[in-house]
């Protein structure tokens, strides 16, 4: 079940792809570049989730549940000011909305209206 999820959440999370991609280049944001931490809570447990941003333009995604159950998926990535895209290993391409604040040591993934993950640089 919390691989299932997992799988919906990282989709999810990549899943705001819109017509007027502004995307067009294979820039990265240099301020993205390194290791970002979260933890999220789906049916009572609870996942530490880490994305890496390598300045190649590959990356990685981790989840480590409190059960000990881990996820592990490396993608390539490239970004604007506002969006950042990854393509995972199926080439399946996914967009998603982000923010970078407190001196760039914070990253906010903008899912939908009502999503958002919020990271911080480890």
Known sequence: MKKLFLLSIVFAL?????GDDDNNSNSTNPDL???????FTDDGS?????FIFQSDGTGSVSNLWDDGETYY?????SSTATKITMSNIDDEEEIVDYELSNNNNTLVFNVNENETYIFTRI
């Open 14 to 18: 990549f899943s705001c792809s819109s």
């Open 73 to 77: 998926s490396e993608f390539t990535w």
């Open 46 to 50: 609870t996942a530490e989730q880490t």
């Open 33 to 39: 570049v390194g290791a970002w931490f979260t933890t």
